[in-house]
């Protein structure tokens, strides 16, 4: 679902629905305690980018973000790499890392607290878990799914195991690669998230729930839309990257969902 | 490179070893032997099974099992329904889509778990709270799948059922339902995990009653024999309906496979 240069229809609707939510709030059409007009939530977001707030926590999560963004692509990739190229590795260990995969990573946030109390290690333990395995399964799929005549290639080419890893095995499966990491990106934003809003007091997680906790829904609000803006435009930086790092890639991947 | 369906992977990959399981009771043998004692953090395996069988005694464990499954279950059913079926309306009108297009896009980008204290403030706690956000949050990506695979449905097949002289419901029965399955199946892959997750992170939040809920409260109490021991049970509810899905969508897809044709665009 690409949206064209301009898109007037959905502009409009937007639009729309802002208006329609505006009237009904200020009519008392709508029977909500406490959903604020959007008028309302614009003056709060002014409030906290004057205060400073939302800088502050947008630092917070950011950097957790690129720390376990980092931290699971290279354990993810590393994992992925052996588990791609090693029988062995897939024969012996496998199974015991399928078996941890489904394991919904929220679960681990109570062990995590209970391990390292309200802290960014519990934030980043629980992001980095869940964000490994997108990254490991699409690497152990993009290098065990080069094709057999490249293998040919590099045994013709007598090219030493590590040349043959860096110059036919990783590009082969860049593609693959890239799309674990901008995968991976999705799920760290997520567990982030969720793991300020329960695990780690800070950052902006945090703010939605103590906003609520507070009973300010304009902030809260202000919050919630801000997130949403940073999750698309975390996610559009990425697949600008991607389409100059790989220019045929950037097509396919515009069509995922 | 278009991403492989994960039971693609599985396939090629043939399924994994069981010698695989190895390493992994190995690492609990030896933690149940070395047993650091007096450790509150690391209680060994055994202890694990007696933090649960004191909750299942009590009867807790049961009931706070049965309240997450029928959150999870209620929920996937209903976006898949809801999801389905708006799918496969914007789908197939193009003005649907365009007008759509950007507040659809919005919603897709949103962190699932802001959603929930957006509803704890306008509905507060009510009984049907989980099962308003597991739904909200599950229906995007079955919706945004059956949507884009419907809209890249090939003229051909439309000229098909103008050749058939198929009317509109038969056009939808014999055509369009079933080039959407596939499609339909992915965003349902993507929901199920998800559906999980937010199950357990409206419990932890709100205290409603589930194995979120509990889990949070052995945690609190610094009962760490309990909440290793519920988070296997989580782990196996995970492998369960995981592996469930994996099967239903195998039979699925051999009954209406994926054809080129028109699952381009997904």
């Not at chain 2, 194995?211 to 309990?226: D, N």
Request: charged content about 10%; proline content about 7%; glycine content about 8%.
């Amino acid at each position: 679902m690409r949206t064209d240069s301009i898109n007037i229809p959905g502009t409009v609707t937007l639009l729309a629905v802002a208006a329609a939510w505006e009237a009904s709030v200020r009519t008392g059409l709508v029977t909500f305690e406490y959903l604020p007009a959007p008028s309302a939530i614009v003056v709060a977001f002014a409030e906290i980018v004057r205060s400073g707030e939302l800088l502050a926590n947008t630092a917070h999560t950011l950097r957790s973000i690129m720390i376990g963004w980092v931290l699971a692509c290279l354990i993810g990739g590393v994992l992925g790499l052996v588990f791609g190229l090693s029988a062995f590795a897939r024969r012996y260990f496998l199974a015991s890392l399928e078996v941890l995969r489904p394991l919904p990573a929220i679960a681990f946030l109570p062990v995590a607290l209970l391990l390292f109390n309200f802290s960014l290690t519990t934030e980043l333990v629980v992001m980095v878990y869940a964000s490994i395995w997108p990254m490991f399964i699409n690497a152990m799929g993009g290098i065990s799914n080069v094709a057999a005549r490249l293998h040919d290639v590099s045994l013709t080419l007598k090219l030493s195991p590590m040349q043959t890893l860096v110059k036919v095995l990783l590009p082969a499966a860049a593609p693959a690669i890239l799309v674990g990491a901008r995968l991976c990106l999705g799920t760290t934003l997520v567990m982030a998230i969720i793991a300020e809003m329960i695990g780690n007091p800070h950052g902006l997680g945090y703010a939605v729930v103590s906003a609520l906790q507070a009973i300010q829904p304009e902030q809260m609000f202000a919050y919630v839309l801000f997130i949403g803006f940073l999750a698309i435009a975390l996610n559009g930086c990425l697949m600008l990257a991607a389409r100059r790092l790989l220019p045929a890639y950037g097509r396919e991947a515009a069509n995922h969902i | 490179m278009p991403r492989r369906a994960p039971w693609l992977t599985a396939l090629s990959f043939g399924l994994p070893s069981l010698r695989g399981l190895l390493p992994l009771l190995l690492l609990l043998v030896i933690w149940q032997v070395i047993d650091p004692q007096g450790s509150p953090y690391f209680p060994p395996p055994s202890a694990w099974w007696t933090g649960l069988a004191t909750l299942m005694r009590s009867g807790r464990l049961l009931s706070a099992l049965g309240a997450t499954l029928t959150t999870f279950g209620a929920a996937i059913a209903l976006a898949c329904a809801i999801g389905g079926l708006a799918g496969l309306l914007i789908g197939r009108s193009r003005a649907a889509r365009r007008a759509l297009g950007p507040l659809l896009e919005f919603c897709r980008g949103l962190p699932p778990p802001v959603i929930v204290p957006v509803a704890v403030l306008l509905l507060g706690y009510v009984e049907s709270l989980k099962l308003v956000i597991v739904v909200l949050v599950a229906v995007w990506p079955i919706l945004l799948n059956t949507a884009s695979s419907t809209a890249a449905l090939s003229d051909l097949l439309g000229e098909v059922s103008q050749t058939l002289r198929l009317g509109r419901l038969a056009t939808l029965r014999k055509i369009v339902v079933p080039s959407a399955v596939p499609a339909f199946l992915v965003g349902l892959r993507g929901a199920v995990p998800l559906a999980i997750i937010i199950t357990l992170l409206v419990e932890m939040l709100t205290s409603l009653p589930g194995i979120g809920s509990l889990i949070v409260i052995s945690q609190r109490q610094f009962h760490s024999a309990e909440v290793y021991g519920l988070l296997i049970v989580v782990g196996l509810v995970g492998f369960v309906l995981n592996g469930a899905f994996v099967i239903i969508e195998g039979m699925l897809l051999s009954r209406w496979p994926p054809r080129a044709s028109y699952v381009q665009g997904t």
